[in-house]
T-cell receptor, first 110, second 114 residues
Framework: TQLLEQSPQFLSIQEGENLTVYCNSS?????LQWYRQEPGEGPVLLVTVVTGGEVKKLKRLTFQFGDARKDSSLHITAAQPGDTGLYLC??????????FGQGTELSVKP | DAGVIQSPRHEVTEMGQEVTLRCKPI?????LFWYRQTMMRGLELLIYFNNNVPIDDSGMPEDRFSAKMPNASFSTLKIQPSEPRDSAVYFC????????????FGQGTRLTVV
């Protein structure tokens, strides 16, 4: 059974701080996706990483895929209140199955 | 395209009643997923279809749950009989292909079983 463990589950920080969210598994995935979910809505894709060791940047967000394609991290620089939300990592296998981690509930206080 | 459409948005039912959740995927997408989200367990994959065929239903909790996809534009998730522990937000998502493609989610159905 493929499982994704995400940490931390909850994170409360002040505006301007940096943070990192981790997503780990014992399984290899063909790709790793990061989603953000707002209350009352479904998750929305932020980024997909495909190649081991790949790094992608989206403004103040940096995403990294582990060399062995089993883990990933999301780093936010100078967090802002607008970054508040639920961040979810998701692993895809070649058969099309997409499973999610537990999520990280981020709160950025002004 | 209007995106993935789920109905109803909210459902309150009594224990023992049958519940049917509906989903219309994005036109042209060949994968459809049903997920259940709770605080305790996060976003769990229940079942997914490829070209209307169920591929993996290992996440379906028990025989009370069933899902169908009679055609490319419609899917249902049925719970019979419903129990209070089934209370959750149920999401439908669709995607195209398997090459690292984005899953598009509906707004979910919030189910409360009393």
């Amino acid at each position: 059974t493929q499982l994704l463990e995400q940490s931390p589950q909850f994170l409360s920080i002040q505006e301007g701080e940096n943070l990192t969210v981790y997503c780990n598994s014992s399984s290899v995935f063909s790709s790793l996706q990061w989603y953000r979910q707002e209350p009352g809505e479904g998750p929305v894709l932020l980024v997909t990483v495909v190649t081991g060791g790949e790094v992608k940047k989206l403004k103040r967000l940096t995403f990294q895929f582990g060399d062995a394609r089993k883990d990933s991290s999301l780093h936010i620089t100078a967090a802002q209140p607008g970054d508040t939300g639920l961040y979810l990592c998701a692993g895809a296998n070649q058969g099309g199955k997409l499973i999610f981690g537990q999520g990280t509930e981020l709160s950025v206080k002004p | 395209d209007a995106g993935v459409i789920q109905s109803p948005r909210h459902e309150v039912t009594e224990m023992g009643q049958e519940v049917t959740l509906r989903c219309k995927p994005i036109s042209g997408h060949d994968y459809l997923f049903w997920y259940r989200q709770t605080m305790m367990r996060g976003l769990e994959l229940l079942i997914y279809f490829n070209n209307n065929v169920p591929i993996d239903d290992s996440g379906m909790p028990e025989d009370r749950f069933s899902a169908k996809m009679p055609n490319a534009s419609f899917s249902t998730l049925k719970i019979q009989p419903s129990e209070p522990r089934d209370s959750a937000v149920y999401f439908c998502a669709s995607s195209f292909g398997t090459r690292n493609t984005e899953a598009f989610f509906g707004q979910g159905t919030r189910l409360t079983v009393v």
